[in-house]
């Protein structure tokens, strides 16, 4: 008895298709997306100055708290993964054709038939982000743009690296804010 290779054979010996490949990212996606939200908090944060504002041991400890629940929800994500079966594949093929699903499966068993093509694969960053921090980072961006001007890339790239020699200082306006708050706390004793 021949063994069939099993790379580019699924667990059903059929070779993947193109269309496959595109749900399979689709599924994956949503699952990478709190890597990006972080990294664009964390850069968002580096913009305000809130890390220079940190001794650098909690800067590490901010950051390693956020790399740990990115790591567990990219976890989380790819724990939910579940590649394609059959009948999805033909789903989509008959939804991204304008076919009916009996017509797309019955297409198989002919020998001349229209080229069936897949749309561009759907980002999916809602099911990874259901808290739309996406959008959070992208507005404070703006408004940190707004408020603060534009800063360095040096001040951005500080804040993902805390234990960095020649830290930025926070911006003035920043640094301002936090001295008018720390003048209304009651006095100790």
């Known amino acids: 008895m021949k063994l069939q290779r099993p790379s580019r054979f699924s667990d059903h010996g059929r070779a ?3 269309t496959e490949w595109v749900m399979i990212w689709e599924r994956i996606l949503p699952a990478l997306a709190p890597i990006v939200v972080s990294a664009a908090l964390i850069a968002v944060g580096g913009q305000w100055g809130l890390f220079a504002l940190l001794v650098p041991l909690a800067h590490a400890g901010v950051l ?3 790399v740990i629940v990115t790591v567990a929800f990219v976890v ?3 724990m939910r ?3 394609p079966t059959f009948q999805e594949i033909i789903a989509r093929l008959a939804l991204d054709n304008g076919y009916e699903y009996h017509k797309v499966l019955g297409m198989r068993h002919l020998k001349i038939h229209p080229k069936l093509k897949v749309a ?3 980002a999916g960053l ?6 739309a921090l996406r959008f959070v980072a992208a507005l ?5 743009f707004l408020i603060i001007g534009p800063v360095s890339i040096n001040q951005v790239g500080a804040a993902f690296n805390p234990f960095l ?3 930025p200082p926070a911006p003035a306006a920043i640094i301002a804010v936090s001295q008018n708050l720390m003048s209304h706390l009651p006095p100790n004793g």
Do not use: S, Y
């Open 16 to 18: 993947m298709t193109g």
């Open 64 to 66: 390693a708290g956020i």
């Open 76 to 78: 989380r994500g790819l």
């Open 81 to 83: 993964f579940k590649r």
């Open 120 to 122: 561009k694969p759907k």
């Open 126 to 131: 809602a099911q990874g982000d259901p808290m």
């Open 140 to 144: 404070a961006a703006v408004l940190g």
């Open 165 to 167: 020699e020649d830290r």
